[in-house]
């Protein structure tokens, strides 16, 4: 079951500019970074809400590392913005095979790894309306406690 916004993700084309943004506009700070070779992104995630699930909910900025990976290609066409939405849930396999059983296309066979060891699929943006659409299971609480 998808029971919160887990994140919100940010195409950017200098991270460092773009978190600096965030944190003297809004007050935002970095809750954890890393680099996401195999998504090709360099990224940053802003927490803004803890969520009644256990969760939480983030800001995720994506600075690509690689021109041909998913969000440098998107870049160079759409520029800066926003670029997908992630639901959480308890258990994304369990979820995207019953999506999928809808007819949606779910991009992975198995989940891969995503920011702070979390499990992750996306869905096909034109099989939801233009929107690039992610479903995540956090890592077990206390894997991870920040950067
Ligand atoms: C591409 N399209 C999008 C889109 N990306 N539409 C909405 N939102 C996006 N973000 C559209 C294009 O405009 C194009 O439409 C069509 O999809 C095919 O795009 P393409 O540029 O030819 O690229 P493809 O087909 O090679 O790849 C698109 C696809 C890819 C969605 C399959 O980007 C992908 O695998 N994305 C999932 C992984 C990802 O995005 N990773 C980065 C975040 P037209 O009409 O022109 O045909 S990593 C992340 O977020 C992790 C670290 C985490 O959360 O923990």
Request: hydrophobic share 35%; proline share 3%; with cysteine.
């Amino acid at each position: 079951m998808l029971t919160r916004i887990d994140h919100i993700g940010i195409a950017c084309r200098d991270l460092d500019k773009t978190v600096e943004f965030y944190r003297a506009t809004y007050g935002f700070e970095v809750f954890h970074s890393e680099v996401n070779e195999e998504q090709g992104v360099r990224e940053a995630m802003l927490k803004i809400n803890d969520t009644g699930d256990g969760g939480a909910s983030y800001l995720q900025l994506l600075e690509p590392i690689r021109e041909d990976s998913p969000v440098g290609k998107w870049l160079a066409k759409n520029g800066e913005g926003v670029h997908h939405i992630a639901f959480g849930t308890g258990d994304v396999d369990a979820d995207s095979e019953e999506i999928r059983a809808k007819g949606v296309r779910v991009l992975y066979d198995e989940p891969r790894i995503g920011s702070m060891g979390s499990r992750i699929t996306f869905l096909h943006p034109k099989d939801c309306g233009g929107v690039l659409t992610e479903l995540v299971t956090a890592a077990e609480p206390g894997a991870h406690e920040g950067h």
